[in-house]
């Protein structure tokens, strides 16, 4: 039986995966940590060139037309603010990070509002921004680059889940999940060798019956035989 399974882009996922399933496999690479990964590929203060350029990339799989549009308009005038006084552009680009902030916001809350998601590309128009960003590619700084190739090496495994019926382009709901039911120092059970073994042992015990709850010890059944004794 075939199995459709999604992860993030770690590495080694898919030589195991490959060792284990053989060709009965169908593996996505989340979207949403490959946007966290592009995200993280920019500075904490980027210009807004570079916000334009991060969001170009961020557009590949999700429509970020409208943040886009903002941000075309302000790369625009950061050309001409740059070539004034420093210290005016480094004022400039304060207060131009801080107003799309808020549009960014205002966006959310629109979707939140509608109650809608983050739209979704159909699988021709990704293709054709992704071609379109690859024929720039020597335009682009090493970062973007790096990224840019590794979509590209890994395209089937960011579009394996526009082929199957039904299936999921992010492992949102197993995150949300482990979010909400499991506390900090749970999770972190899972991140080790050692964490892995000890979970294992202790739904072992589990099924063998070993942990529901304390037998009565010998001084709780003297205590029930008290009522026979002689007063005094």
Known sequence: RVTFVVTDLYPSYPEVFMEFFGENLI??????HLN????QDFQ???SIEELHTMYRLLNIFYNREQELEVLEAMAKEEREVKQGNAKEYKAWLTKARSIFRAVVYEIKLKRRREK???????????????KGLMDEID???????KR?????????????FYFV??????????ENYYSTSLKTHRKRQFRSDEGIENQMKLSQMKQAGMLEGCKRTLLEVFYRFRPFLAPG
């Open 44 to 46: 904490k203060k980027p």
């Open 139 to 145: 335009s682009f700084d090493t970062k973007v680059h």
């Open 36 to 39: 966290k990964l592009i995200v």
């Open 116 to 130: 809608k998601n983050l739209e979704q590309r159909p699988y021709l128009k990704a293709v054709e921004i992704f």
């Open 148 to 160: 840019l190739r590794k979509i590209e090496k890994n395209w089937d495994r960011f579009t394996a």
């Open 27 to 32: 593996h996505q690479f989340c979207l949403l």
């Open 165 to 174: 019926e039904g299936a999921p382009a992010t492992n949102n709901h197993i």
